[in-house]
């Protein structure tokens, strides 16, 4: 939903999936298994240069699952990130940090909402074992996307969920909502894209929103924000009718959608001055 630059390191350089690899591994204290893990970084930074060029040509949809990586098997290679990239005192820590950090007051790029505390492995680990500390791999995120995305990966080009490293589908807006007239009143959110956009790329986001159960969330807050709201709404409907209630939500929809286009809060401003019910006091509870 929010495009970030990829991860990138103290000095603002591109992390290299092997050196970050090879940190982790380093902490392996049995002799023959990190020199086992250290045999395939050759296959960490072939697997990560075609992951980059997949996921810029929205075709991760083509990578296959596997169950081991050379001769290490998939429960040593997940380990690599959940004993030596997550724990605090590990190597691979200030790996995570960094990419932890790098949504903007950090605000989910999945959803736009969540607070990020963990990061997801967009294709995920225990099927794809070869990307377990691969950075462009790891995507900041909340709990709530985290667990609605599960162990989800895509096996169509339409069922990719947005990649925040490598779409940036921000330029013009997709995510839509309608006013639902019941008391009070509420939204439903769709994926509503420009009719020139292509079927794969319709259905990518149309699959964002499902898999990770926005449109619920979205909802959620959208019945929030209309709390806060309706006062400063009926007091313009008072003085101005219409007119005053649909201006003044125009106003705040020029700064919303400045920020972010396909944010919840732009696809509600924009069904709310659509709605004639909406500005006519439909936003009151009774």
């Known amino acids: 939903m929010r495009y970030l630059?990829?991860?990138?390191?103290?000095?603002?350089?591109?992390?290299?999936?092997?050196?970050?690899?090879?940190?982790?591994v380093s902490m392996v204290?049995?002799?023959d298994l990190r020199a086992q893990l250290r045999a395939i970084r050759p296959d960490?930074?072939?697997?990560?240069?075609?992951?980059?060029?997949?996921?810029?040509?929205?075709?991760?949809?083509?990578?296959?699952?596997?169950?081991?990586?050379?001769?290490?098997s998939c429960g040593e290679m997940v380990k690599i990130y959940t004993l030596?990239?997550?724990?605090?005192?590990?190597?691979?820590?200030?790996t995570y940090d960094r990419i932890m950090s790098a949504p903007l007051h950090g605000r989910c790029p999945l959803c736009g909402i969540g607070t990020v505390n963990t990061l997801d492995h967009y294709l995920p680990k225990t099927h794809f074992p070869v990307y377990s500390v691969t950075p462009n791999n790891l995507v900041p995120a909340c709990n709530w996307c985290q667990g609605e995305k599960s162990e989800y990966y895509p096996t169509t080009e339409g069922g990719q969920l947005l990649h925040p490293y490598f779409d940036d589908m921000d330029n013009e807006a997709w995510l839509a909502a309608e006013v639902?007239?019941?008391?009070?009143?509420?939204f439903r959110y769709f994926s509503s894209p420009p009719?020139?956009?292509?079927?794969?790329?319709?259905?990518?986001?149309a699959a964002h929103?499902?898999?990770?159960?926005?449109?619920?969330?979205?909802?959620?807050?959208?019945?929030?924000r209309l709390s806060e709201i309706r006062a400063r709404l009926e007091m313009l409907h008072q003085k101005g009718g219409v007119s005053a209630v649909r201006a003044h939500l125009h106003e705040e929809l020029y700064s919303i959608e400045v920020e972010h286009k396909n944010s919840w809060t732009a696809a509600m401003y924009r069904a709310a001055i659509e709605s004639d019910w909406f500005c006519d006091g439909g936003f009151l509870e009774t």
């Open 5 to 24: 630059p990829p991860p990138t390191d103290e000095n603002a350089q591109v992390f290299a999936a092997g050196d970050v690899f090879e940190t982790c």
């Open 29 to 31: 204290k049995k002799p």
């Open 44 to 72: 960490v930074e072939t697997e990560a240069a075609d992951y980059d060029a997949k996921a810029a040509g929205m075709q991760l949809y083509r990578k296959q699952p596997h169950n081991h990586v050379g001769a290490v």
């Open 84 to 94: 030596r990239m997550v724990p605090k005192s590990s190597k691979g820590r200030p």
């Open 180 to 186: 639902v007239p019941d008391i009070p009143a509420g």
């Open 195 to 205: 009719d020139h956009w292509m079927p794969s790329a319709k259905a990518r986001v």
């Open 209 to 224: 929103l499902k898999k990770l159960n926005l449109p619920v969330l979205f909802t959620s807050n959208a019945g929030s």
